[in-house]
């Protein structure tokens, strides 16, 4: 069992959304490659116009903190203008009693 903690308190949900447009994946997966952050699942889907992503990346090889993943993460999110929000697994699981 401590495995499991210890592999899910390297990994992070984050989601996105916003009005559609080209570049949004490429710039949210560009900023998560830049600090070696894995991804692990990922899922879109494009509502009449609405565009929204689900992602689960293994941040345990990243050369950045969690703190400072969010912090670029928000500024990416106004230069999109989107949404994103980025928790750990832990905490959404406990959240939406996953």
Do not use: C, P, W
Not at 2 to 31: M, P, W
Not at 45 to 60: A, E, H, N, S, Y
């Amino acid at each position: 069992m401590a495995a499991h903690n210890e592999a899910t308190q390297d990994r992070a949900i984050i989601t996105v959304l916003g009005s559609d447009r080209s570049g949004i994946v490429a710039a949210v997966t560009g900023a998560l490659a830049e600090h070696d952050a894995n991804i692990l699942d990922i899922s879109q889907t494009i509502l009449q116009g609405i565009f929204t992503m689900t992602m689960l990346v293994d941040l345990g090889s990243a050369h950045i903190g969690f703190a400072d993943l969010q912090q670029q993460l928000a500024e990416l999110s106004d230069e999109l203008g989107v949404q994103i929000s980025m928790q750990r697994e832990e905490v959404f699981k406990f959240m939406y009693r996953l």
